[in-house]
């Protein structure tokens, strides 16, 4: 879809107006909602465009794709805020800089290294699936969700089991700073005492490495800081900011998106039996129910970009320096895209949603999240096959990523 142009001069910018802090941005931090929010996404999306206020939120799949694709207009560069004192690396990097971060990561990450984790993900599953499958019960999101995501970057990273906690905690006082009665100053004053703490972890572990070089990204890493410039593959050599900063962002995306997914996708199956059922007579559905939950639930619903000129997305003009939103879970039930967007089917033939992002900055983990998902899928279901929300519990979701904080589950021993 071609832009449309604004009349008039063109005004130009070369920074955001303001940075987006996901944390206090949302209206009523920590309100949970017992409804999804598919109801409000398909009636979005008849509407292309909304102005709000000085930003525009755009709901298609073709206005997703736009701004997606042309980072040079729709920029992410320096947005995000997470209490960070360094910049987000690679996620707050617009090319031609975001194209050796890039290099470096995506064999990181590629097909053949995440299958190459499929013995020691499932074992790690499965360790968790053994302290409560005998109970009959669990919350799901504190004894699974939340724990599985965390401890399979610990073993990506090269860091011991007993780490585990740290890494929680990091993560939570990152994207989920203290209480929902907290001022926003509050909040944010947590947030910015776990950056630095992140960033200190880090620095001390690279160190490790650097001494001590083992097999793992963390050594990799170490090393590149003191690569030579002609280094092979022409990897330039990186800072140990740089470094940590790439951690930093490593942390908070591998630990939070498969949790808040898991917990998307559980709450489903647990209130939609038929779908469960399919699973467990043909684990061969997982892939596909993976890639159709992921579409459905749209777990990271939203993601920001800040226009270096001034634009017209939808029929609406929004000036340079100012936010666009592509809401992810919107454009992924789009009826020009999906048919039948609201039907949810396992076997769907063409499914390319938008739940990992797109263009330049779509998710570099997004195979390792795939695996993660497959695999908890289909050792889940190999041992609980029957189960179902706890009697007399309901379902709610939390922002600003999509979750359930803490779904309950039960099954019959």
Excluded at 38 to 46: F, K, W
């Amino acid at each position: 879809m071609d832009r449309e142009e604004p009349t008039g001069d063109l005004d130009t910018a070369t920074c955001p107006v303001a940075k987006l802090d996901f944390v206090n941005l949302v209206a009523g931090f920590g309100e949970a909602s017992s409804a999804p929010s598919q109801p409000a996404n398909i009636a979005l999306c008849e509407h292309g465009a909304l102005a709000i206020g000085d930003a525009v939120m755009v709901n298609t799949r073709a206005l997703a794709d736009e701004v997606l694709r042309n980072p040079a207009v729709f920029s992410s560069e320096d947005l995000v805020e997470q209490g960070n004192t360094l910049p987000l690396i690679p996620l707050n990097v617009d090319p031609p800089n975001l194209v050796g971060y890039r290099k470096l990561l995506d064999p990181l990450f590629a097909p053949k290294r995440v299958e190459a984790l499929e013995g020691d993900i499932t074992e790690r599953v499965n360790h968790f699936i053994d302290t409560f499958v005998d109970r009959g019960s669990c919350d799901f999101t504190a004894e699974l969700a939340e724990l599985f995501p965390s401890s399979v970057f610990l073993g990506l990273m090269g860091l011991p089991w007993d780490e585990l906690d740290t890494l929680v905690e990091m993560r939570d006082g990152l994207l989920r700073p203290g209480t929902k009665e907290m001022t926003n100053e509050e909040r944010s004053a947590i947030q910015r005492a776990t950056a630095l703490r992140v960033n200190a972890y880090f620095d001390a572990v690279l160190d490790e490495r650097l001494a001590d070089p083992r097999d793992d990204i963390l050594s990799l890493f170490a090393a590149l800081e003191h690569a030579p410039e002609d280094a092979e593959g022409g990897q330039r050599r990186l800072t140990r900011d740089e470094l940590v900063s790439i951690c930093f962002v490593l942390l908070t995306a591998g630990l939070d998106t498969v949790t808040d997914s898991l917990t998307c996708m559980f709450a489903f199956l647990a209130q939609n039996p038929d779908h469960r059922r399919a699973l467990v007579a043909d684990p061969h559905l997982i892939p596909g129910a993976v890639e159709e939950l992921l579409r459905w639930e749209t777990p990271v619903p939203q993601v920001v970009r800040w226009t270096r000129q001034t634009e017209v997305l939808g029929g609406v003009t929004v000036t340079a320096g100012n936010h666009v939103m592509v809401n992810i879970g919107a454009a992924n039930l789009d009826p020009a895209e999906f048919d039948e967007p609201t039907e949810v089917r396992f076997d769907r033939d063409v499914n390319r949603h938008l739940a990992f992002g797109g263009g330049v900055h779509r998710c570099l983990g997004s195979h390792l999240a795939r695996r993660e998902l497959r695999i908890a899928l289909r050792e889940w279901h190999r041992r609980i096959p029957d189960y179902g929300l706890t009697p007399g519990y309901e379902v709610t979701y939390l922002p600003p990523l999509r979750y359930v904080p803490d779904l309950q589950l039960t099954w019959p021993t």
